[in-house]
């Protein structure tokens, strides 16, 4: 498999093995187990067969190498983003509420495109809605939401 070409998926059970893309480290359909929760025939989510954050953690990638978000085509950057939507609406129904996250330069570890879907514990601690109502009382315009 080249740098180019991380792979194209099988179809069959949500339960499959998953092969590792070189450099990256995350899986895609080949030698470790993972759960598939959406598939195209260009985007791969999947549950990491170890929770790396959070109560619950979808990772969104693409099936083809793409190094990280500055280098994606904007074709297949509709199509990941539709992707992310479909998945973060399920993980909103289930827990109400998430975050997504992707990294890009000395903040990206892994050199293969992904994007987190992510809700629980171990996330970053943004504003609450407490501490935003207190904020915005104080006299400062609310955004429009």
């Known amino acids: 498999m080249s740098d180019e070409d991380c792979g194209q998926a099988e179809r069959h059970s949500d339960r499959r ?3 590792t893309c070189p450099p990256p480290r995350y ?5 470790i187990e993972v759960d598939v929760v959406r598939e195209t025939e260009q985007v791969l989510a999947l549950r990491p067969p170890i929770q790396g954050f959070g109560t619950d953690h979808v990772i969104v990638v693409p099936k083809r190498h793409v190094r990280s978000l500055l280098e994606l ?3 297949l950057g509709a199509h990941l983003l539709q992707i992310v939507q479909e ?3 399920d993980v909103i129904d289930e827990h109400g509420g998430c975050q997504v996250l992707t990294t890009l330069g000395d903040e990206q570890h892994n ?3 992904h994007v987190h879907v992510a809700v629980g ?3 970053a601690p943004y504003v609450t809605r407490q501490v935003e109502d207190r904020y915005f009382h104080a ?3 609310r ?3």
């Open 87 to 89: 998945v973060s609406r």
């Open 27 to 31: 899986p895609l359909p080949g030698l």
């Open 111 to 113: 050199r293969h495109l």
């Open 73 to 75: 085509k904007p074709g």
């Open 139 to 141: 006299g400062s315009p």
């Open 143 to 145: 955004p429009a939401r």
């Open 121 to 123: 514990e171990g996330l």
């Open 17 to 19: 093995r998953a092969q």
